[in-house]
């Protein structure tokens, strides 16, 4: 597939998602960088702002199936991944797969749920596979996660640890509509009823194929090296305990790319590295001060992306 085609399919995929979220165009064109990343996304937000309607809208949107999975405190991770179990009729043991074999998958509340269950979704979510009783049961080539938290000033909620946030390629937030959104709402006249099927725009195959366009972004030294200086800003700054790792800064190069192909082009520019830092950086550095809030760690990240040379 070439990259004019790629874009007019992304720009297709877009505007039948604006249809669903109202005035959010950057939050659609990041869950759409995320998606031909061929990463993770992680929504914390507040209940009832539209992330599960989006997620449903993005499935049916790709022509993808869709499960869902509520996090609750007593899940196990048999309920992620499946199980074995002994069929009496063909008197042998077979595997029941989980709703993780699928295209999308919806992780709903999932800090809700135990370290244990949360832990079920790292190979997951890393390999694209399943390892049970020494078997090994790959996964959908497009499997895509796309997981809610809940703010963790909420009652009942479990940080995810390092690891598993680190497996998520951007953490977003859609926040409240503006005021014309709303109304549009409130009168009916905005988004599509949830119960309403999106015809596909992008077949797998199709997504498979821009996916590749990913791989072949030109990206000049320059920018590389101004990618690599905003990750060693994060391990350098007074009020950063830990910053960006390697695999955090290749996940941050990675979709720096997949955003110029969403843009449009098959090479970078600073503003590509710039549009990412935010969402693919903040849930992967800790502050001195032990606070996890979301909005203080992009407020320290857009102080470096302030800071750093900017390259020509």
Known sequence: MDELLAYKKIQQLKNQLAQVILGKEEVLTLTITALIADGHLLFEDVPGVGKTTLIKALAQSIGGEF????????????????????????????????????????ADEINRATPRAQAALLEVMNEKQVTLDGTTYPLAENFFVLATQNPLEYEGTYPLPEAQLDRFLFRLNIGYPDAESELALLKNQGPLRIGKTLAPVISLDELSEIKKLVQQVNMDDSLYAYGLALVKATRNHPEIFLGVSPRGAMAFIQGAKAYAVVSGRNYCLPDDLKAVFLPACAHR????????????????????????????
Request: net charge negative; hydrophobic share 45%; charged share 20%.
């Open 67 to 106: 499960s869902r999975i509520q996090f609750t405190p007593d899940l196990l991770p048999a309920d992620i991944l499946g199980t074995t179990i002994f069929n009496s009729q063909k008197q042998d043991f077979e595997f029941k797969p989980g709703p993780v074999f699928t295209t999308v998958l919806l």
């Open 285 to 312: 550095i800790y502050l001195n001060a032990g606070d996890f809030l979301r909005e203080k760690n992009e407020a320290v990240l857009a102080e470096i992306l302030n800071k750093t040379a900017v390259p020509r």
